[in-house]
């Protein structure tokens, strides 16, 4: 299944549902899945019991529910997208978050892959480093037909009194914002995806018993980061940024 378009927007909001579900929960049940998509627990049972056939799902009868491999790549490919047209009509847009997330509800299963790859790119300037260039730098992506993604603004520079570290070098507890992205290509467009943008307030949670890989919470997620990716993102630590 390569294509998001082979999976109906039924079978997406299940997947996204339980996607973030098992970001807050280690076992998640069938009245877990029914209290989030506002659904009755037979109906719910009954389309677990089809997503198990096609392979999407690892559920047996009053066991809990996990995502199989393949349906936590659709998961994840569904939940960036709203992520990001989200990010677009609040941030854009001015959109409160409330009709935001119910519009992009209702986009994220119509809008074509060229559009969505075309927004991603767009928010990743919006999102950039000096944000008051954005519609210029996008319009000087267009023009020169480059990928979006092998563009790597320069980093706001720092003060005396900023604490800046990697995210990758933080501690559990500790919080901060993120002043960059050093990374282009696939990292880049991955990090962006997954909303590790400039701006953010990212807080580190705990590492691995090995050190990779590491997790942090951002925008309201818990998120598993490779040390590799988190190396490429400066964070400034909280008691040392100043505006």
Known sequence: MSELQD?????????????????????????????????????????????????LVEHERYEDVRLSPEGARVAQQVHNSHRILCSFLTDVLGVDSETAEKDACAIEHNISPITMNRLAAFM??????????TIQLFEEYKKQKRDAFQTRPAPVKPSADMKICKLSEMKPGEEGEIRAVHETGPIRKRLMEMGVLRGERVRFIREAPLGDPIEIRIRGYNLSLRKSEASAVEVILDGAANN
């Not at 069938?30 to 096609?54: F, H, M, Q, W, Y």
């Not at 300037?125 to 008051?132: G, K, Q």
């Open 7 to 55: 999976v109906s927007p039924v079978t997406q909001d299940y997947l996204e549902a339980i996607y973030r579900l098992q970001l807050q929960k280690r076992v998640i049940r069938v009245r877990d899945i029914a209290g989030e998509l506002g659904l009755k627990a037979p109906t719910v049972s009954e389309n677990l019991r089809l997503l198990a056939e096609r392979g």
């Open 124 to 133: 990743g300037y919006v999102h950039s480093e000096d944000p008051a260039h």
